[in-house]
């Protein structure tokens, strides 16, 4: 199973483009990157999936570069609704339907 | 509102004490998971059902839990001799196949 490293932290300011980088070395060929977004006493929200190069929505994008060992989630002109952890996964669908969670990015956004 | 459901938001007990948790999926959804998750952590996979049948359960999953889900719709999740290690949040998602998971608000567990 592909584990993923990210920052355990992050702060921003209201109005800034957030980027947050996964490493996922081990990622196989079949698996997909997926982030999830999580508020305090909520369950984590999808945000984006991705298999490589760039993916948009109305939320946020994603780059995959061609070797696929990493990907960036990118958050545009954050507000201050944005804080949350955000977590990066590999390999959806490919681990007999779990979700494997590491600890996520705790982002922090001020006024 | 028809996303994933679960009920009770909050629930407190004595240690010892059974409780069983419900959780309602999004309608058509084949798929329903139940995950854990404590403080500064990431949720964690317990089990997960595809309709009636329960494909998998971690090892994190004592002789204590047990989970259910009779029609293939809903399902239960009850906690027997439950101890104070058992305080966390439990988290419902569900998915069509291996399709993204949508996850409901969850139940917190408090044991004293």
């Known amino acids: 199973l592909a584990k993923t490293t990210q920052p355990i932290s992050m702060d921003s300011y209201e109005g800034q483009e957030v980027n947050i980088t996964c490493s996922h070395n081990?990622?196989?060929?079949?698996?997909?990157i997926t982030w999830y977004q999580q508020f305090p006493s909520q369950g984590p929200r999808f945000i984006i999936q991705?298999?490589?190069t760039k993916v948009t929505n109305e939320v946020a994008s994603l780059f995959i570069p061609a070797d696929r060992k990493s990907s960036t989630l990118s958050l545009p002109r954050v507000s201050l609704s944005d804080t949350a952890v955000y977590y990066c996964?590999?390999?959806?669908?490919?681990?007999?339907?779990?979700?494997?969670f590491g600890q996520g990015t705790e982002l922090s956004v001020k006024p | 509102d028809t996303g994933v459901s679960q009920n009770p938001r909050h629930k407190i007990t004595k240690r010892g004490q059974n409780v069983t948790f419900r959780c309602d999926p999004i309608?058509?959804?084949?798929?329903l998971y139940w995950y854990r998750q404590t403080l500064g952590q990431g949720p964690e996979f317990l089990t997960y059902?595809?309709?009636?049948?329960?494909?998998?359960k971690s090892r994190l999953l004592s002789d204590r839990f047990s989970a259910e889900r009779p029609k293939g719709s809903f399902s239960t999740l009850e906690i027997q001799r439950t101890e104070q290690g058992d305080s966390a949040m439990y988290l419902c998602?569900?998915?069509?196949?291996?399709?993204?998971?949508?996850f409901g608000p969850g139940t917190r567990l408090t044991v004293l």
């Open positions: 996964l590999v390999g959806v669908g490919n681990q007999g339907g779990k979700l494997i």
């Open positions: 309608s058509e959804h084949n798929r």
């Open positions: 059902f595809q309709n009636e049948a329960q494909l998998e």
């Open positions: 081990n990622i196989a060929t079949n698996d997909y």
């Open positions: 998602a569900s998915s069509l196949l291996s399709d993204t998971q949508y």
């Open positions: 991705g298999y490589k």
